[in-house]
């Protein structure tokens, strides 16, 4: 194993990044980390160490978000060829987290090259790697795509665990049951002997952590996806797609329902109030009437929850200053009755970073035109009635554990509008699996609706009630899935994280010390 170590980290590195979506054999994560536990355990220094957990997550990352490079297909300013590189470029930026994690745990083994491994060791990394997946989601306005722990979506009574601990808590336990079973198989059964049955336990309990089932008489919810790819979404297809939208978004009955549309298929603006040139090149109807058309399927108790672009003025009114990325709530009036504009926005896709440097260097965003998105004030609701208080998560926002939701008002469900159709086969299910984890940790459920998949109805504990499959044109509808109790991740957030990163650190000293 030590003869070429970065290549076979490398290797091990693309391996565990099949245990994500869409491929799920999230065995394969566990063998890709039992590899990095035994090849930082054998590096003869420090530099060897950092070496092999860099050459790990330059594997993973690469091979877990190959879908980037899809996003340059659909930008006329830069060629499509420059998404191969940038998606390894985030690789060799993403992979410096797992080698911190290395370098800590090797520094805890200690220097002699032939020190046993033991379960001190792989409870050190397990708490080095809770800090660092942390840090990534935090780092430089943070890239929490694909956490380790959303590959147990397939065990979901391991993946329920995190409405406990949460996302990166159970991140670094994952670490530490690949371990226990890397000494048991060097037949040190100590650690097996505890995290094996919990294991267990917890995949066994998953009847027992369901959600119960809405009421006979619970309010509809119904998402619509209506199959748009993204080159098919110019200034002249407004009318078209949004005939689509309305096709596909049923009648009304007796329950009240909620109307979800998707991110970034709605082209004109549906606010009133802006100066009449500000609607010149968008919209082909005043947006009352547009309103009056998404109002036209909604009975008297329904509401439409639409993604849309709010625009910002000078004081003047004279310019245009920034844009919003929004959802609208559209009353059966068609009236706008709640406004939620975007908070986390994208790096380089909704505003472009240092423009002073990078424009000269001929980047660009990779969301067309020329005005970035303006940041909004973080999580809030939106009061819908018969639906309570609605939390609204854009897009990218979702991933974010432990930032999702407005803890002094806590919502009734949460809506997650998403543009999916940048990024290829890859990026949909994973968006979907990182939805599903939010759920599970808050205790709420999640409706998705996207362009073009997979747009979803996601029980408060983690469960797809309904699901329209990527690149096909339909609606999802069912009653509204129960809300839970709030959890105990709900309550305390990643301080469970600190908690456990903590324990599992003064553990790993406790044995240390005994075995002196």
Same mark, same amino acid.
């Given at each position: 194993?030590?003869?070429?170590?970065?290549?076979?980290?490398?290797?091990?590195?693309?391996? =565990?990044?099949? %245990?994500?979506?869409? &491929?799920?054999?999230?065995?394969?994560?566990? #063998? @890709?980390? *039992?590899? +990095?536990?035994? $090849?930082?355990?054998?590096?003869?220094?420090?530099?060897?160490?950092?070496?092999?957990?860099?050459?790990?997550?330059?594997?993973?990352?690469?091979?877990?978000?190959?879908?980037?490079?899809?996003?340059?297909?659909?930008?006329?300013?830069?060629?499509?060829?420059?998404?191969?590189?940038?998606?390894?470029?985030?690789?060799?930026?993403?992979?410096?987290?797992?080698?911190?994690?290395?370098?800590?745990?090797?520094?805890?083994?200690?220097?002699?090259?032939?020190?046993?491994?033991?379960?001190?060791?792989?409870?050190?990394?397990?708490?080095?790697?809770?800090?660092?997946?942390?840090?990534?989601?935090?780092?430089?306005?943070?890239?929490?795509?694909?956490?380790?722990?959303?590959?147990?979506?397939?065990?979901?009574?391991?993946?329920?665990?995190? =409405?406990?601990? %949460?996302?990166?808590? &159970?991140?670094?336990?994952?670490?530490?049951? #690949? @371990?226990? *079973?890397? +000494?048991?198989? $060097?037949?040190?059964?100590?650690?097996?002997?505890?995290?094996?049955?919990?294991?267990?336990?917890?995949?066994?309990?998953?009847?027992?952590?369901?959600?119960?089932?809405?009421?006979?008489?619970?309010?509809?919810?119904?998402?619509?996806?209506?199959?748009?790819?993204?080159?098919?979404?110019?200034?002249?297809?407004?009318?078209?797609?949004?005939?689509?939208?309305?096709?596909?978004?049923?009648?009304?009955?007796?329950?009240?329902?909620?109307?979800?549309?998707?991110?970034?298929?709605?082209?004109?603006?549906?606010?009133?109030?802006?100066?009449?040139?500000?609607?010149?090149?968008?919209?082909?109807?005043?947006?009352?009437?547009?309103?009056?058309?998404?109002?036209?399927?909604?009975?008297?108790?329904?509401?439409?929850?639409?993604?849309?672009? =709010?625009?910002?003025?000078?004081?003047?009114?004279?310019?245009?200053?920034?844009?919003?990325?929004?959802?609208?709530?559209?009353?059966?009036?068609?009236?706008?009755?709640?406004?939620?504009?975007?908070?986390?926005?994208?790096?380089?896709?909704?505003?472009?970073?240092?423009?002073?440097?990078?424009?000269?260097?001929?980047?660009?965003?990779?969301?067309?035109?020329?005005?970035?998105?303006?940041?909004?004030?973080?999580?809030?609701?939106?009061?819908?009635?018969?639906?309570?208080?609605?939390?609204?998560?854009?897009?990218?926002?979702?991933?974010?554990?432990?930032?999702?939701?407005?803890?002094?008002?806590?919502?009734?469900?949460?809506?997650?509008?998403?543009?999916?159709?940048?990024?290829?086969?890859?990026?949909?299910?994973?968006?979907?699996?990182?939805?599903?984890?939010?759920?599970?940790?808050?205790?709420?459920?999640?409706?998705?609706?996207?362009?073009?998949?997979?747009?979803?109805?996601?029980?408060?504990?983690?469960?797809?009630?309904?699901?329209?499959?990527?690149?096909?044109?339909?609606?999802?509808?069912?009653?509204?899935?129960?809300?839970?109790?709030?959890?105990?991740?709900?309550?305390?957030?990643?301080?469970?994280?600190?908690?456990?990163?903590?324990?599992?650190?003064?553990?790993?000293?406790?044995?240390?010390?005994?075995?002196?």
């Amino acid at each position: 194993m030590t003869r070429y170590p970065a290549l076979i980290a490398l290797i091990a590195g693309a391996v =565990a990044a099949c %245990g994500f979506a869409p &491929l799920d054999l999230w065995p394969l994560s566990i #063998a @890709g980390l *039992i590899v +990095l536990l035994a $090849l930082v355990q054998d590096a003869p220094n420090i530099r060897g160490a950092l070496w092999r957990g860099w050459a790990f997550g330059v594997g993973h990352f690469t091979v877990n978000n190959n879908w980037f490079q899809h996003a340059f297909d659909f930008q006329d300013k830069m060629p499509p060829v420059l998404g191969y590189f940038a998606a390894v470029g985030l690789a060799l930026y993403l992979a410096i987290f797992p080698m911190a994690a290395a370098g800590v745990a090797w520094r805890f083994r200690g220097k002699r090259r032939d020190a046993a491994p033991d379960a001190a060791y792989v409870l050190i990394f397990g708490a080095a790697w809770i800090a660092t997946e942390y840090l990534r989601a935090r780092l430089f306005t943070g890239y929490a795509w694909d956490p380790l722990s959303v590959v147990w979506l397939p065990v979901i009574g391991v993946a329920r665990v995190s =409405a406990l601990v %949460g996302t990166y808590a &159970l991140s670094g336990l994952t670490v530490v049951l #690949a @371990g226990a *079973i890397w +000494l048991a198989m $060097l037949r040190r059964w100590h650690l097996a002997a505890v995290m094996v049955p919990a294991c267990g336990i917890a995949a066994l309990s998953a009847p027992l952590t369901r959600a119960p089932d809405p009421a006979p008489d619970a309010p509809l919810v119904r998402v619509v996806q209506p199959n748009v790819a993204q080159d098919q979404r110019g200034e002249s297809d407004g009318p078209i797609l949004l005939e689509r939208l309305i096709a596909l978004s049923g009648r009304p009955g007796a329950r009240p329902r909620l109307v979800l549309w998707p991110e970034g298929v709605v082209r004109d603006m549906i606010e009133d109030g802006y100066p009449d040139w500000a609607y010149f090149g968008f919209n082909y109807a005043p947006p009352f009437w547009d309103r009056r058309r998404i109002a036209s399927v909604l009975g008297p108790r329904d509401t439409a929850l639409v993604g849309g672009t =709010a625009l910002n003025f000078s004081p003047d009114r004279r310019q245009v200053t920034s844009a919003a990325n929004s959802v609208f709530a559209i009353s059966s009036q068609a009236r706008i009755i709640g406004r939620y504009d975007k908070a986390h926005l994208v790096p380089y896709g909704e505003y472009l970073p240092m423009p002073w440097l990078l424009k000269p260097l001929g980047l660009a965003r990779l969301v067309p035109g020329d005005m970035d998105f303006s940041a909004g004030p973080g999580p809030r609701n939106l009061r819908i009635p018969g639906f309570g208080p609605v939390g609204v998560q854009l897009c990218y926002e979702i991933i974010f554990s432990g930032q999702v939701v407005d803890r002094a008002h806590r919502p009734r469900l949460l809506f997650n509008p998403s543009n999916d159709a940048w990024f290829g086969r890859w990026g949909p299910p994973q968006h979907l699996a990182q939805a599903r984890m939010r759920a599970i940790e808050e205790g709420l459920p999640i409706l998705r609706a996207t362009p073009n998949g997979i747009s979803a109805i996601i029980a408060a504990d983690g469960r797809l009630v309904a699901t329209v499959p990527h690149l096909t044109a339909g609606a999802a509808e069912a009653p509204l899935p129960v809300a839970l109790a709030p959890t105990l991740f709900s309550r305390i957030g990643n301080i469970m994280a600190l908690a456990i990163a903590m324990a599992l650190a003064a553990i790993a000293v406790a044995i240390r010390r005994r075995g002196r």
